[in-house]
């Protein structure tokens, strides 16, 4: 490998993104000028604002469903909080606009953030009930509450705010500015999923546990995202209330948060292209089909309907699916040669487990388990099927909380750590069943693993380097902007290993690494993990090809039962009585060696 420089072009996805910022500036100087210029009816500027302040709220959903994976049915109950934030702080209390919208932002941001750090920690389908939940108080709040927010009658004569020396009294003027704030939004949003942030909620929505061994916080993520969509729906509703000067509850009610839900899916939630798009289809979509009368309502219904059903992407999803078919130009890459930084200083054992124990129930599937892992070597962890190898890497790795026991890494006790803190300590994994960020290039998915916290890499630009000496290493650079997806079986393997390797960690725990490579790609790995040794690196395995365990292990440990019943080198470990026995099916004589 050359010391050459690196040199490689912005990746497809990044010339699209360029692409798509210019079109999408241009979009907005257009419309915003187009207010001022041309002569609009009350009725046309009507919907222009809604389409405008709608569309700021739904880009929260971009955030929070279509980059982080959450469901959240409560957008209408911030955009609520927004908009009676500026109605009733203009009106009832002479607060003025700003402050009050800044009230309103700030009250919608903590009702996200408690909402989301109370729900967000179990997942699933708890968080869209919570959200419902929440949309359905602030609901009863609006309407019953009727000596604070006027009730069912709402509240009317709300007034437009004034900048420095521009009044915005003037629908057209205001429509101007809520664009440019629009504009705004929309390139924040836009810009987020390219930054750490950014990627790591793409990580979480992809595959939240491996996000977490790469070294993801993902609650932390999945609060930050809810927060950002609140506060979004908050905006979005303090725009609205001063475009209409009137608000009534029915205008935030759950019925309201399925159509922002339904804007955004339709258009392509994962992108704010899409959001704007499906936003303003969904607004001018029953205008345009007024004409048919009474069938209208079914024909909008029925349109949505097979829009779903047949771009499960929407819109925006299935033009970039479309654009993107022959993948991109490859990048031409020299990268620079593969570096890790592993501290010579430590005890010699970088590992070591203290009768460690995994328990589901009555079945003891890691039982007491004392291991010792020396720096620097290849340590391969063998055993028949369901004897608890892969149980006691979840353990090592942090999905599993032990039952009993410690681990500790370079004399460090990590056994309370959760999984993206052993990751920032610096154990690296990779996983039976391959677990890629499937929707992201390669890229894209061992950027990820060299942000993670402690990393050597800091900017962006060294992000991107580092994660081109992983790839380099593991000969996947020409192909970094790539889907990862559609790589072969191997070569996602590689991809796994060089998301891992790009967070610069002590210890690297493979998972079966071999499994599903033919003898080529098997004789490829054995030299791959080769030059890992030769660069300091401590590598724990798991693998059933023993032949292969013999070529590259200097060590060997045995479980069965959750047991540890052989240790030594592979000469004698495989040849070992109790190993072999338990091979066979034999119940084993011997006790822990
Ligand atoms: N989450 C879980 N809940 C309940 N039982 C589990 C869980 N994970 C593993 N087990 C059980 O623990 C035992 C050990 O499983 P484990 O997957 O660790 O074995 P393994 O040695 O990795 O097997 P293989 O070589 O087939 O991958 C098995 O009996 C398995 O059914």
Same mark, same amino acid.
């Given at each position: 490998m050359t010391d050459a420089t690196l040199s490689h072009p912005a990746p497809a996805s990044n010339r699209g993104a360029i692409a798509g910022g210019i079109v999408l500036a241009v979009l907005a100087a257009a419309l915003a000028v187009l207010p001022l210029t041309m002569t609009l009816s009350a009725y046309v500027l009507n919907?222009?604002?809604?389409?405008?302040?709608y569309t700021v709220a739904v880009l929260g959903l971009t955030v929070v469903l279509g980059y982080t994976g959450q469901l959240s049915l409560a957008q209408a109950a911030f955009f609520?909080?927004?908009?009676?934030?500026?109605a009733l702080g203009t009106v009832d209390y002479g607060l003025g606009f700003?402050?009050?919208?800044?009230?309103?932002?700030?009250?919608?941001?903590v009702a996200g953030a408690v909402l989301g750090l109370t729900s967000l920690r179990i997942g699933g389908h708890y968080l869209a009930m919570v959200t419902i939940a929440f949309q359905q108080i602030v609901t009863l709040v609006l309407v019953n509450s009727i000596d604070v927010t006027h009730g069912p009658d709402g509240v009317s004569g709300i007034a437009r705010p004034n900048l420095p020396?521009?009044?915005?009294?003037?629908?057209?003027?205001?429509?101007?500015?809520?664009?440019?704030? *629009?504009?705004?939004?929309? &390139? +924040?949003?836009?810009? =987020?999923?390219r930054t750490r942030l950014g990627r790591a909620m793409q990580a979480v929505r992809d595959n939240e546990l491996a996000a977490g061994v790469v070294g993801v916080n993902t609650y932390r993520t999945k609060v930050v995202a809810f927060t950002i969509s609140a506060i979004l729906g908050g905006l979005g509703g303090a725009l609205f209330a001063s475009g209409f000067s009137y608000i009534s509850p029915d205008q935030f009610s759950f019925a309201e948060s399925v159509v922002f839900l339904t804007m955004a899916l339709i258009g392509g939630v994962q992108s704010a292209f899409g959001t704007a798009l499906g936003t303003g289809l969904l607004i001018l979509l029953p205008e345009w089909l007024?004409? *048919?009368?009474?069938?209208? &309502? +079914?024909?909008?219904? =029925?349109?949505v309907i097979l829009i779903m059903v047949f771009m499960p992407e929407g819109i925006w999803g299935l033009l970039e699916r479309i654009a993107h078919v022959g993948g991109g130009r490859p990048a031409v890459v020299t990268p620079r040669p593969f570096r890790?930084?592993?501290?010579?200083?430590?005890?010699?054992?970088?590992?070591?487990?203290?009768?460690?124990?995994?328990?589901?129930?009555?079945?003891?599937?890691?039982?007491?388990?004392?291991?010792?892992?020396?720096?620097?070597s290849v340590h391969a962890l063998i055993g028949p099927n369901g004897s608890g190898k892969t149980t006691?890497?979840?353990v090592l790795s942090g999905l599993y909380r032990p039952t009993g026991g410690s681990v500790s890494l370079a004399g460090r006790d990590i056994t309370r750590l959760a999984p993206h803190e052993r990751c920032a300590a610096g154990v690296g994994r990779t996983f039976q069943n391959i677990r890629l960020f499937r929707s992201l290039s390669i890229l894209d998915n061992v950027l990820i693993g060299a942000q993670r916290p402690g990393a050597p890499a800091k900017g962006e630009a060294a992000l991107r380097e580092r994660a081109f000496e992983a790839l380099g290493f593991v000969g996947l650079a020409d192909k970094a902007s790539e889907l990862v997806g559609s790589l072969p079986y191997g070569h996602q393997r590689l991809v796994e290993i060089a998301r891992a390797l790009a967070g610069n960690p002590t210890l690297l725990l493979l998972d079966e690494p071999a499994a599903g490579l033919n003898p080529t790609e098997k004789q490829e790995l054995v030299e791959l993990l080769r030059r890992l040794k030769g660069h300091g690196l401590t590598i724990f395995l798991i693998d059933h090809d023993m032949a292969m365990v013999e070529r590259i292990a200097d060590h060997i440990t045995v479980l069965?039962?959750?047991?540890?019943?052989?240790?030594?080198?592979?000469?004698?470990?495989?040849?070992?009585?109790?190993?072999?026995?338990?091979?066979?099916?034999?119940?084993?004589?011997?006790g822990a060696a």
């Amino acid at each position: 490998m050359t010391d050459a420089t690196l040199s490689h072009p912005a990746p497809a996805s990044n010339r699209g993104a360029i692409a798509g910022g210019i079109v999408l500036a241009v979009l907005a100087a257009a419309l915003a000028v187009l207010p001022l210029t041309m002569t609009l009816s009350a009725y046309v500027l009507n919907m222009l604002m809604q389409a405008v302040t709608y569309t700021v709220a739904v880009l929260g959903l971009t955030v929070v469903l279509g980059y982080t994976g959450q469901l959240s049915l409560a957008q209408a109950a911030f955009f609520g909080i927004g908009a009676y934030a500026v109605a009733l702080g203009t009106v009832d209390y002479g607060l003025g606009f700003w402050l009050s919208m800044v009230l309103g932002l700030a009250a919608s941001a903590v009702a996200g953030a408690v909402l989301g750090l109370t729900s967000l920690r179990i997942g699933g389908h708890y968080l869209a009930m919570v959200t419902i939940a929440f949309q359905q108080i602030v609901t009863l709040v609006l309407v019953n509450s009727i000596d604070v927010t006027h009730g069912p009658d709402g509240v009317s004569g709300i007034a437009r705010p004034n900048l420095p020396g521009v009044s915005l009294a003037n629908a057209k003027a205001y429509l101007t500015f809520c664009i440019v704030v *629009l504009y705004a939004v929309g &390139l +924040a949003v836009w810009y =987020l999923r390219r930054t750490r942030l950014g990627r790591a909620m793409q990580a979480v929505r992809d595959n939240e546990l491996a996000a977490g061994v790469v070294g993801v916080n993902t609650y932390r993520t999945k609060v930050v995202a809810f927060t950002i969509s609140a506060i979004l729906g908050g905006l979005g509703g303090a725009l609205f209330a001063s475009g209409f000067s009137y608000i009534s509850p029915d205008q935030f009610s759950f019925a309201e948060s399925v159509v922002f839900l339904t804007m955004a899916l339709i258009g392509g939630v994962q992108s704010a292209f899409g959001t704007a798009l499906g936003t303003g289809l969904l607004i001018l979509l029953p205008e345009w089909l007024r004409f *048919l009368k009474e069938i209208y &309502l +079914a024909i909008y219904g =029925l349109s949505v309907i097979l829009i779903m059903v047949f771009m499960p992407e929407g819109i925006w999803g299935l033009l970039e699916r479309i654009a993107h078919v022959g993948g991109g130009r490859p990048a031409v890459v020299t990268p620079r040669p593969f570096r890790l930084d592993i501290p010579d200083s430590g005890p010699a054992d970088i590992l070591e487990t203290r009768g460690l124990a995994k328990h589901f129930g009555g079945l003891r599937a890691v039982d007491g388990v004392d291991l010792k892992v020396e720096r620097g070597s290849v340590h391969a962890l063998i055993g028949p099927n369901g004897s608890g190898k892969t149980t006691l890497l979840n353990v090592l790795s942090g999905l599993y909380r032990p039952t009993g026991g410690s681990v500790s890494l370079a004399g460090r006790d990590i056994t309370r750590l959760a999984p993206h803190e052993r990751c920032a300590a610096g154990v690296g994994r990779t996983f039976q069943n391959i677990r890629l960020f499937r929707s992201l290039s390669i890229l894209d998915n061992v950027l990820i693993g060299a942000q993670r916290p402690g990393a050597p890499a800091k900017g962006e630009a060294a992000l991107r380097e580092r994660a081109f000496e992983a790839l380099g290493f593991v000969g996947l650079a020409d192909k970094a902007s790539e889907l990862v997806g559609s790589l072969p079986y191997g070569h996602q393997r590689l991809v796994e290993i060089a998301r891992a390797l790009a967070g610069n960690p002590t210890l690297l725990l493979l998972d079966e690494p071999a499994a599903g490579l033919n003898p080529t790609e098997k004789q490829e790995l054995v030299e791959l993990l080769r030059r890992l040794k030769g660069h300091g690196l401590t590598i724990f395995l798991i693998d059933h090809d023993m032949a292969m365990v013999e070529r590259i292990a200097d060590h060997i440990t045995v479980l069965n039962f959750g047991k540890r019943i052989a240790e030594g080198t592979p000469r004698d470990v495989l040849r070992h009585p109790a190993v072999i026995a338990a091979y066979l099916g034999e119940v084993p004589t011997h006790g822990a060696a």
